[in-house]
């Protein structure tokens, strides 16, 4: 049964022809509009106004099984477990130089979230920054570009704030030099892919023991053995075969002896151990004799993976200097350059050996030192 006014159609179906896809079929005002405050096109899409003018708000078939809209989609209730969404820029807004004293910036898309005015009903508000051209003061040596909500650029002059990075668009930053405009970076709060950026820093981190819980080496007792504690490495979704609701935790395994493999500077070069060999170092990735007198000592470098299985946890490399003493090698921890066997380079540095070429004890202090690293050390 269909309705119009006060004629009733009893089993009518009314169907609705239009030339084309975006053919207007069917409209609805309020008595006194302008215009239309519902559009119906003959491919079944609606949009949306306020009567005064254009439709701005719509929805529609993007293709087969997808709908989709053009403009925010916002729930009386955003859930924002399911949904978390974050002021920033999404599209444009490239910065470049434009003269001495102005750049130049491309047109673009962002959006507002505010959280604060109603933390369980967050709005959002979309921000068109229109290209143009801007110029820069030229008072102090640098600044930070905004957009408001209302897509207007400004000038800070000291890097945002946490509460203005969230109530505005932070856009680049500007350099300037004897008078004259020298830098122009487009640096965003970019929105796209959240997730994806999030395993950006992750990866840039690189693997790290656990605060609270780091693994340590100690010797295993007088001999050349050591042992491993139990212990936690933080390692990009290692653990996510085991619990997807802890996927980047990791935990050590202890070891009562260690079983570790040795490596120099060349990839490939790992080989199975498990006593540390004091009389060896690495010299341009070839395993050569210490030289020198029973105090001549190096720096082995201990490398911790997220294997969380015994015998493939550790790796150690040897070292690549010389010191005429534990306490020379001890001081020259990082001092100098290390290359990294490039298949233990994604691995955490969990501590240093200094050791002397006569040590026969990793218990005997005289002779070896054990340092454990900090949680992001470098090798």
């Known amino acids: 049964?269909?309705?119009?006014?006060?004629?009733?159609?009893?089993?009518?179906?009314?169907?609705?022809?239009?030339?084309?896809?975006?053919?207007?079929?069917?409209?609805?005002?309020?008595?006194?509009?302008?215009?239309a405050r519902l559009n119906l096109n003959a491919d079944g899409g609606i949009s949306w106004g306020n009567g005064a003018g254009a439709t701005d708000t719509n929805i529609y078939r993007a293709a087969s099984g997808i709908l989709q809209t053009d403009s925010i989609f916002q729930p009386a209730i955003l859930d924002t477990q399911s949904q978390p969404s974050s002021t920033g820029l999404y599209t444009g807004c490239v910065m470049t130089k434009a003269s001495a004293t102005t750049f130049n910036i491309t047109t673009g898309t962002g959006y507002i979230y505010d959280y604060a005015t109603s933390p369980g009903s967050p709005s959002v508000t979309k921000v068109t920054i229109a290209a143009q051209t801007v110029t820069v003061p030229l008072t102090q040596a640098d600044y930070w570009w905004v957009a408001n909500a209302a897509g207007v650029i400004s000038n800070l002059t000291a890097p945002p704030t946490p509460d203005q990075r969230r109530t505005s668009i932070l856009l680049g930053i500007t350099s300037t030099n004897a008078g004259a405009l020298t830098?122009?970076?487009s640096i965003p709060q970019y929105t796209g892919q959240p997730l994806a950026q999030l395993y950006d820093l992750m990866y840039a981190l690189g693997t790290f023991t656990a605060q609270s819980a780091a693994p340590v080496i100690s010797p295993n007792g007088a001999n050349l053995n050591f042992n491993l504690s139990t212990g936690s490495l933080f390692a990009p979704s290692f653990n996510y075969d085991a619990d997807v609701n802890n996927p980047h935790l990791n935990t050590v395994v202890a070891e009562t002896p260690v079983a570790f493999?040795?490596?120099?500077?060349?990839?490939?070069?790992?080989?199975?151990?498990?006593?540390?060999?004091?009389?060896?170092?690495?010299?341009?990735?070839?395993?050569?004799?210490?030289?020198?007198?029973?105090?001549?000592?190096?720096?082995?470098?201990?490398?911790?993976?997220?294997?969380?299985?015994?015998?493939?946890?550790?790796?150690?490399?040897y070292g690549q200097t010389t010191f005429a003493s534990l306490t020379a090698a001890a001081a020259g921890l990082n001092s100098g350059p290390f290359v990294v066997d490039p298949a233990l380079s994604p691995l955490t540095v969990l501590a240093f050996i200094s050791i002397t070429r006569q040590c026969t004890s990793l218990a005997d202090t005289v002779?070896?030192?054990i340092t454990p690293a900090g949680q992001f050390q470098a090798a």
């Open 261 to 317: 493999h040795y490596a120099t500077r060349l990839s490939g070069s790992e080989t199975a151990a498990t006593l540390i060999d004091p009389t060896h170092y690495d010299v341009a990735g070839v395993v050569t004799l210490v030289p020198g007198g029973g105090a001549t000592a190096t720096n082995q470098v201990v490398f911790l993976s997220g294997t969380q299985t015994a015998g493939t946890q550790i790796a150690i490399q």
């Open 367 to 369: 002779n070896c030192l």
């Open 1 to 35: 049964m269909v309705s119009y006014g006060s004629t009733t159609f009893a089993g009518t179906s009314v169907t609705l022809n239009g030339a084309t896809p975006s053919t207007s079929v069917e409209t609805t005002r309020v008595t006194g509009d302008a215009a």
């Open 183 to 185: 830098v122009v970076n």
